[in-house]
């Protein structure tokens, strides 16, 4: 009884919404006393739009972008903040997740004249910059809980049978970060693909994303296009996954296919 | 005469000031494995952290087979560990974590086909292609044993690797164990703090105590001649009775009375309990509140009596 | 070897010092266009926030909708995990996930596609003789009070909290609560003794993101909000683009003061909880 009234509610809150976004970008307006009419008019509008194609392969090149440095920064930060101990530990640890108590959009703007002056504001360089705000407190806190699974002996473990720094981290900590490494990257892309202000403020215009055009779109679209446009943000994160695996098995070869069922 | 191919000399270790352990000093002969005993928590592991690299000494000296192995970093130094828990790697089978060490210093091909004869050797061949988690605990010890052992080092630490087995499983491991490591001639140091472990599996005993080596021999020497009060409470039978003597515990009895000539003291039975066919009274002293396990003949169980030593039975420590 | 680890760990934490210069050093640049710019350091800016009218109503009408849209989502969320965690870990996850997937200004649109005056819940009571009029359908989404805007941050926070609290619910330690009942304490205890402290700082670290978020984001009040009276990021986005300086400077006195407000809250809220945090990390490390 309890199952079925969790899961009812949660496919008609979470699901249902979805499923009726889908609906109504295939159907044309309803109006009454009729039957909805199928029509295709709300994709084919959104994906014939050069500019919404362009915006799709900006905001995805960005979230990619921005999924990279995340990692590049939060796996060495993660790995300190789990397995070392140093002076004002905690305290570093509370800074680095500050961010995400603090309004960034504020952040965006005090980087504005900075960036113009550096060449980077108008630029997707900049954007993906300033994404870096409010995803990387996320990614590290990600990380470091994978990290605290991987016990530290297991890595002293890899020590003694003489792997290097660089060996131990491609062949232990990395496959055993995985699953981490996987939430890490989706989050950071959610986050990066659902920016406006910061996009709108640090891009001037100039960087057109999906959510930059989203909101012109408002005025001009009817409900049928606007759906279609809303359903496909889903395209970014995972586009954005698919290509991390892809890259993923590119670079560590059979290792990741075959042992993926046993994370 | 035999060099020493292991020779640890003064070795000392503090931490934020605190001193854990001080100036230990002992010698290891090619193929010797060395029982360090002692209560948790004086540093055993320390030491055996330190020798491997993943911790530094504060000052010392160590050499195998007269050089420095202190200079040598983690990943030249010929030493290698097992650690409490297995720790194989979970995302690699059997075959690929035994042979994780010998794959980098020598290739996958010569790597896989020793893990391969090693696997064999010590009856894991049928597990090659499994997964950690599919293996007992003991499979598990076993391979994280033999995936030491394929890097051939010259000295193998083994810190308490019985201690998450149950008890039959420990008392099977360590036999086998102690003879593989001899056929090897594996130069090792195995910390346990379980006394007969350390009887058992060591050629030689080494007891560590409040930062210090008490005291390091064969196991009867330290059984029948501790050299202080430490040793004797911690490796050996025997009632301490001040800083210098102490009386084997089987030369003690259980009296309702005090005997003439003999040392005694007051105390209380706690209870009874059989070894080989012998019964031993479980007595609490009054004066110090130590329990201690004596013979208890033929006496009745008064709920307070004495325990009387002889006095021939009386021996000093040998230290000062 | 010893200068060698020491260096190791510099090099580790020199990303996160690379964040932080950027993270931090907006901030700066934040407050220091709003004290004056360099050009003599003034307070002024921060004052005069409170002579502007449209100001001290959008503040008050931020602080409604961000209270109550963080104290419902939090305790919903919160009530959900606690009575379904195990279903939730156990196959619903990915329902969970949906609304995850997208932006908030898309969840903004689908209520009020739903739920605006010429949306489908009032077509469909339209359609079926329920309703006249779809004008005589309550305008819930672009209204004046913000329930458009509460019922959008609502739906899309709570699977935020959901996933949040779950792995912490996951890892109660549930021998505590065979503990419990035999030494005879009953749900009051277990829930005073072992629920709430495991629970407390990860739901004020929760409940501080989603209010710092929904104080000061932009997206969804951009989108549903009407123009009188408007939200803090709102207002603030415009002043940012005013021709004029002084409002322009104002802009950030405004995000600077809710920084500081938010800031000093997780500061002292972490500084309280750090050594509680750490006992409970403690116990609960198990290699």
């Given at each position: ?68 440095i995340?990692?590049?920064v ?22 680095l997740?500050?961010p ?7 952040a965006?703007?005090g980087l504005?004249?900075t960036m ?13 910059i300033v994404h870096l705000v409010?995803?990387i ?127 | ?320 | ?14 990303p996160a010092y690379a964040f932080l210069l950027l993270a931090g050093g907006s901030f700066i640049l ?258």
């Open positions: 009884m309890k199952k079925n009234i969790f899961y009812m509610s949660s496919v008609i809150f979470f699901l249902i919404p979805v499923l009726l976004l889908i609906l109504k970008s295939i159907t044309a307006p309803w109006r009454s006393g009729n039957l909805p009419d199928w029509t295709l008019r709300g994709w084919e509008t959104v994906f014939q739009d050069s500019r919404v194609i362009e915006s799709m392969a900006i905001t995805l090149g960005i979230a990619l972008a921005v999924a990279l995340n990692l590049i939060g796996i060495p930060v993660a790995k300190a903040l789990s397995h070392r101990s140093f002076k004002l530990k905690n305290t570093l640890e509370v800074l997740l500050l995400l108590f603090l309004p960034v959009i504020a965006a703007m504005h004249i113009i002056r550096l060449g980077l504001a108008n630029t997707w360089i900049g954007v993906t409010p995803t407190p996320y990614t590290i806190k990600v990380l470091k809980a994978g990290y605290d699974r991987i016990p530290q002996d297991m890595l002293n473990q890899g020590r003694m049978l003489k792997a290097g720094v660089w060996h131990a981290f491609r062949t232990i900590e990395l496959p055993l970060l995985i699953p981490s490494i996987r939430s890490a990257i989706f989050l950071a892309v959610t986050i990066s693909a659902g920016q406006y202000v910061l996009t709108a403020i640090i891009g001037g215009g100039s960087v057109i994303t999906m959510p930059i055009i989203y909101y012109p779109f408002l005025q001009s679209a009817d409900d049928t296009v606007m759906s279609a446009f809303s359903v496909a943000f889903v395209l970014i994160p995972a586009a954005a996954v698919l290509i991390a695996e892809a890259a993923a098995m590119a670079l560590a070869g059979r290792l990741f296919i075959k042992r993926r069922s046993i994370q | 005469m035999t060099l020493p191919y292991l020779e640890v000399k003064n070795v000392s270790k503090q931490f934020d000031k605190a001193e854990i352990f001080k100036d230990l000093s002992f010698s290891l002969k090619k193929g010797e494995i060395l029982s360090l005993a002692g209560p948790s928590g004086t540093g055993k592991s320390t030491l055996l952290r330190c020798l491997a690299g993943l911790d530094h000494f504060s000052n010392g000296e160590v050499l195998i087979e007269d050089t420095d192995l202190l200079a040598m970093q983690v990943k030249k130094r010929p030493v290698g560990m097992v650690f409490q828990q297995a720790l194989l790697f979970p995302h690699l089978t059997l075959l690929e974590n035994v042979a994780y060490g010998k794959k980098i210093t020598h290739g996958k091909k010569e790597a896989y086909e020793m893990a391969h004869s090693y696997l064999k050797e010590v009856g894991l061949e049928n597990h090659v292609k499994q997964y950690p988690h599919e293996l007992s605990g003991g499979q598990q010890q076993r391979a994280a044993l033999v995936r030491a052992m394929l890097l051939k080092p010259k000295l193998l630490l083994l810190d308490e690797p019985f201690s998450s087995l149950d008890p039959g499983l420990r008392k099977e491991l360590r036999e086998w164990v102690r003879s593989f490591l001899k056929k090897e001639e594996m130069t090792s140091i195995f910390v346990t703090h379980d006394k007969d472990e350390a009887m058992l599996l060591g050629d030689r005993t080494a007891v560590m105590a409040e930062g210090r080596l008490q005291q390091i021999g064969l196991p009867h020497e330290l059984y029948h001649t501790p050299h202080n009060a430490l040793v004797a409470e911690l490796y050996s039978d025997v009632i301490v009775l001040d800083e210098a003597r102490y009386c084997p515990a089987e030369k003690a009895s259980w009296r309702a009375e005090r005997k003439d000539g003999h040392e005694w003291f007051e105390a209380e039975w706690v209870n009874e309990t059989y070894h080989f066919g012998r019964r031993l009274a479980h007595i609490r002293l009054i004066s110090t509140g130590r329990r201690i396990t004596i013979p208890a003949g033929e006496s009745g169980k008064e709920a307070s009596g004495y325990v009387t030593i002889p006095p021939e039975a009386i021996k000093y420590f040998k230290e000062t | 070897m010893k200068w060698q680890r020491t260096n190791g760990l510099f090099l580790l934490l020199l934040a407050f220091i266009e709003s004290t004056g710019n360099g050009e003599g350091f003034t307070w002024s800016y921060y004052l005069s926030l409170f002579d502007r009218r449209e100001l001290t109503d959008g503040l008050t009408y931020s602080i409604w909708i961000t209270v109550s849209s963080t104290v419902v989502s939090l305790i919903t969320g919160w009530l959900i995990v606690r009575s379904f965690y195990r279903l939730i870990d156990g196959n619903a996850k990915w329902l969970v996930w949906i609304p995850m997937l997208f932006p908030h200004f898309v969840w903004g649109y689908f209520v009020l596609l739903l739920l605006g005056q010429s949306g489908l819940i009032s077509t469909a009571l339209v359609q079926s003789g329920l309703l006249e009029d779809r004008t005589l359908f309550p305008v819930l989404v672009q209204d004046r009070s913000g329930i458009g805007i509460f019922i959008t941050y609502v739906w899309k926070e709570i699977p935020f909290v959901i996933l949040m609290l779950l792995p912490v619910y996951l890892q109660l330690p549930r021998q505590f609560r065979e503990v419990n009942t035999v030494l005879g304490g009953g749900q009051r205890h277990w829930f005073k003794t072992v629920e709430w402290p495991w629970i407390k700082p990860v739901m004020f670290e929760t409940g501080l993101i989603i209010t710092a978020f929904i104080f000061t984001a932009y997206e969804v009040p951009g989108l549903l909000g009407v123009s009188y009276p408007q939200m803090t990021p709102v207002i603030a986005y415009d002043w940012f683009y005013s021709a004029s300086g002084e409002e322009r400077s104002m802009a950030f006195a405004l995000l600077m003061l809710a920084a500081f407000i938010l800031g000093a809250c997780a500061l002292t809220g972490f500084a309280l909880m750090n050594k509680r945090r750490m006992l409970l990390s403690k116990s609960s490390h198990r290699y």
